[in-house]
């Protein structure tokens, strides 16, 4: 500086620069809703977070996604802040229902066999490690009692009404999907129905044939006018003669 005088003179002083502290945060930045995790400051000698906490390491428990900021002073009184936002991972509680038929047991769900109706709890651990449940809603239907209504004998020469029941529609094994088909002796025939759940059953039936009686007539055949002669039929066990009797043997008298 010049004084009034004229005379220079010369001063100095020496400004020391203190080190900024490094704040930092250690800690894991996600957790499973419901945990709890420590969050550790360093870098000073001194530290107050954005909970109001002072200490280097705080105990979270956040319910949702959450920035913790702390503010780091050290020995000279800088300071320096940071943060870190933690994540809450979800854990899920789910019910899934499901539905399936008598026949179709075991029903497998997530590699769990079940084996009747009933609310089922499966824990499992989701893609980020968080423990969760799902609650399985299984509904078993039973099959339906489907049967096949008709005679299982007929004669060869005959035919005969099968008659499907038991369930809501119909599939014959001659492919109709009718209530009732025409059936003819030495065959057999399967029926499958299917209820309003979707559950199927069968039933079969065989139609055994009879085999025709061998019908014989004995007696004479030829008369005088006015005679009488007696018929004879053999080879079955009821009998119709044309007469409208009903007996093996007949007593005629022709004219």
């Known amino acids: 500086g010049i004084s009034s005088n004229g005379c220079n003179s010369v001063d100095t002083i020496f400004v020391e620069q203190y080190p900024t502290p490094q704040a930092t ?94 609310l089922f709890e499966q824990k499992y651990v989701s893609e980020f490690g968080c423990d969760s449940i799902i609650h399985l809603d299984l509904t078993v239907y039973a099959l339906p009692e489907v049967k096949i209504i008709g005679v299982d004998s007929l004669c060869s020469d005959e035919m005969t009404a099968l008659t499907a029941s038991g369930a809501n529609t119909y599939l014959w094994s001659t492919a109709s999907n009718k209530i009732s088909i025409v059936a003819r002796p030495g065959q057999q025939y399967w029926l499958q129905g299917t209820d309003s759940h979707g559950c199927r059953a069968y039933d079969t039936i065989f139609i055994r044939e009879l085999t025709l009686p061998q019908l014989v007539i004995t007696g004479e055949k030829e008369i005088c006018h006015g005679s009488f002669t007696t018929l004879t039929a053999e080879g079955g066990l009821y009998y119709q003669w044309s007469t409208g009797e009903s007996t093996a043997a007949i007593e005629v008298s022709p004219t």
């Open 25 to 118: 945060i250690e800690g894991n930045d996600w957790l499973c809703y419901g945990d709890t995790t420590t969050l550790t400051a360093t870098g000073g000698n001194s530290y107050i977070w954005t909970t109001g906490e002072t200490q280097s390491s705080i105990l979270i428990h956040p319910l949702f996604n959450t920035t913790y900021g702390v503010m780091v002073t050290n020995n000279y009184g800088c300071t320096s802040t940071t943060s870190i936002e933690v994540e809450v991972k979800p854990l899920y509680d789910t019910t899934i229902v499901r539905f399936c038929c008598q026949n179709e047991l075991p029903y497998i769900f997530n590699g769990q066999p079940y084996y009747e109706s009933g």
